[in-house]
């Protein structure tokens, strides 16, 4: 995902917009990983929270993209580290796992959330029957999507800033 840093029209109709503003927060999210070691990476920087790491939100925001469009958008198996009871936080447990390698994963997630948002109604209810949340519909769950991957770019932001000062806004 090339970093654009577009925000979407200001007449745009309602999908391009919501799709529009999550790409935005997911470039985002690129963007603040770019020219990291992996060993930053990895490092915490945050005493009460060790899993918080560049890799680790990473990590998480891919295993949610996946949980929201593929699991209770479409109904398909929760088998995700996160939906494991042990360890708790398994989707940010990344331990050894290149970087580049999540991003890759992040991106490819992405795309595959951007096909599911394209083929289907954003008034389409999603279908997995044993969990609540899957009762929003597809605008509900892209807009919790662009909320969380916000909320973690903002976190990547600070974490990125106390392991070697880089700082910056789109």
């Not at 929270?49 to 699991?71: D, K, N, Y």
């Not at 360890?87 to 992040?106: F, H, K, S, T, W």
């Not at 997630?109 to 009762?135: M, T, W, Y």
């Amino acid at each position: 995902m090339s970093p654009s840093h577009e925000r979407p029209p200001f007449t745009a109709d309602e999908r391009t917009a919501l799709v529009g503003w999550l790409d935005l927060q997911r470039s985002i999210v690129q963007w603040k990983c770019k020219g990291l070691s992996d060993k930053d990476a990895h490092r915490a920087v945050l005493p009460s929270s060790p899993l918080m790491t560049m890799a680790g939100v990473i990590s998480h925001l891919r295993w949610t993209e996946q949980t929201w469009f593929e699991v209770l958008f479409l109904g398909g198996p929760a088998d995700g580290p996160q939906f494991q009871e042990e360890p708790e936080d398994a989707d940010m447990r990344v331990e050894g796992i290149p970087l580049d390698q999540l991003l890759d994963e992040y991106e490819r997630q992405c795309a595959v959330s951007n096909k599911i948002i394209a083929a289907h109604s954003l008034d389409e209810v999603g279908r997995h029957p044993d969990f609540r949340s899957a009762a929003a519909n597809l605008r509900w769950m892209v807009i919790h999507m662009i909320e969380e991957t916000a909320r973690h770019a903002g976190h990547l932001d600070a974490i990125r800033e106390l392991l070697d000062g880089d700082t910056g806004y789109y």
